[in-house]
């Protein structure tokens, strides 16, 4: 079973700028997508930046021009780089990867990492 563990979460000014990264337990090279979601309270989960394996990228409006999303296949990681965040940022971001195997689709989150944007 494929496992993500996320880290860099954590409280940032308004305009400031955070990384997370997630560390996947197995080699990514042949996972299609990897992607970043986020939950604000009493909002929905959304997803707000992807990767493909051919590294192929795509953004939520939200976030797009302030957040920067990338894998390293050889560390096994993806990260998202975020910058001139705003209060509205603030959120649980959580790492995704989805990958074929045969027929099947599969896909796995990670537990998540608060992000907290506020003077």
């Known amino acids: 079973q494929v496992q993500l563990v996320e880290s860099g979460g954590g409280l940032v000014q308004p305009g400031g700028s955070l990384r997370l990264s997630c560390a996947v337990s197995?080699?990514?090279?042949?996972?299609?997508?990897l992607g970043w979601y986020r939950q604000a309270p009493q909002k929905q989960r959304e997803l707000i930046a992807a990767i493909s394996n051919g590294g192929s990228t795509n953004y939520a409006d939200s976030v797009k021009g302030r957040f920067t999303i990338s894998r390293d296949n050889a560390k096994n990681t993806v990260s998202l780089q975020m910058n001139s965040m705003k209060p509205e940022d603030t959120a649980v971001y959580s790492c995704?990867?989805?990958?074929?195997?045969?027929?099947?689709?599969?896909?796995?989150w990670g537990q998540g990492t608060q992000v907290t944007v506020s003077s």
């Open positions: 197995r080699s990514i090279f042949s996972i299609n997508i």
């Open positions: 995704y990867a989805e990958w074929v195997d045969g027929l099947t689709t599969n896909n796995v």
